[in-house]
């Protein structure tokens, strides 16, 4: 089993920058990938970022340049620094592990863009 907890979303102008970060615990030496998916207001569902245990990375197109994801192993974290941030990019932002244990989600963190 693993255990995922976002945090860092919140209220940003346009422009702005905001960094998430996904803390797992549990058999995380199972995991294989991790995902930030984002569910916009309308409640489409958008691939955003991933990266691999080896630690290769890939960017949803609407964020490529804009956003970086990455890792530090010895907090068990991933991270989504988001900058130039635009209001379409307001979701709920969830962070996914997949593990050779099966797939795992977090509860999801806010992510608001607006003046």
């Known amino acids: 089993q693993v255990q995922l907890v976002e945090s860092g979303g919140g209220l940003v102008q346009p422009g702005g920058s905001l960094r998430l970060s996904c803390a797992a615990s549990g058999s995380i030496s199972t995991i294989l990938t991790m995902t930030w998916y984002r569910q916009t207001p309308n409640k489409q569902d958008e691939y955003v970022a991933i990266?691999?245990?080896?630690?290769?990375?890939n960017y949803g197109d609407s964020v490529k340049g804009r956003f970086t994801i990455s890792r530090d192993n010895a907090k068990n974290t991933v991270y989504l620094q988001m900058n130039s941030l635009k209001p379409e990019d307001t979701a709920l932002y969830y962070c996914h592990a997949q593990a050779s244990s099966g797939a795992y989600w977090g509860q999801g963190t806010q992510v608001t863009v607006s003046s």
């Open positions: 990266i691999t245990s080896n630690g290769g990375t």
